[in-house]
């Protein structure tokens, strides 16, 4: 069973719709510009710092935004809520055991998922 997609990879898969009106066009791009200016990329997500990591079929770490993330949570809903007007489901996770931390920072955590962490 594969992970679910995440809304970033979602809201891009829309923003590349050949039939997308202008509107929707216009508010995914000033989300995704504040995402790109406002939250870091992360260097890796996983674990993994053998040669060619990136190349290799192992488990990906999932981002997670800290509940103290406040204008980064608010600006995710509205993101979600556009592409649900849009088709695509995006279902909001909580855990409290993520997995083991591969990034953090002070809006995010990228962790490899443990074994029974809900992922799917």
Same mark, same amino acid.
């Given at each position: 069973?594969?992970?679910? !997609?995440?809304?970033?990879?979602?809201?891009?898969?829309?923003?590349?719709?050949?039939?997308?009106?202008?509107?929707?066009?216009?508010?995914? !791009?000033?989300?995704?510009?504040?995402? *790109?200016? %406002?939250?870091?990329?992360?260097?890796?997500? %996983?674990?993994?710092?053998? =040669?060619?990591?990136?190349? =290799?079929?192992?488990?990906?770490?999932?981002?997670?935004? =800290?509940?103290?993330?406040?204008? &980064?949570?608010?600006?995710?809903?509205?993101?979600?809520?556009?592409?649900? *007007? &849009?088709?695509?489901? #995006? !279902? #909001?996770? =909580?855990?409290? *055991?993520?997995?083991? #931390? #591969?990034y953090e920072d002070e809006y995010q955590i990228i962790a490899e998922p443990f074994s029974d962490t809900a992922t799917r």
């Amino acid at each position: 069973m594969q992970a679910r !997609e995440g809304f970033f990879g979602a809201a891009y898969e829309l923003r590349g719709q050949p039939d997308i009106d202008q509107h929707t066009l216009d508010r995914l !791009e000033d989300s995704l510009a504040w995402f *790109r200016q %406002n939250l870091a990329v992360p260097p890796r997500f %996983n674990l993994s710092r053998s =040669k060619g990591f990136y190349r =290799k079929q192992t488990t990906q770490g999932l981002s997670w935004f =800290k509940p103290t993330a406040t204008d &980064h949570l608010a600006r995710a809903y509205d993101l979600a809520a556009l592409l649900g *007007r &849009h088709g695509h489901h #995006v !279902e #909001v996770m =909580k855990s409290s *055991r993520l997995g083991y #931390v #591969v990034y953090e920072d002070e809006y995010q955590i990228i962790a490899e998922p443990f074994s029974d962490t809900a992922t799917r």
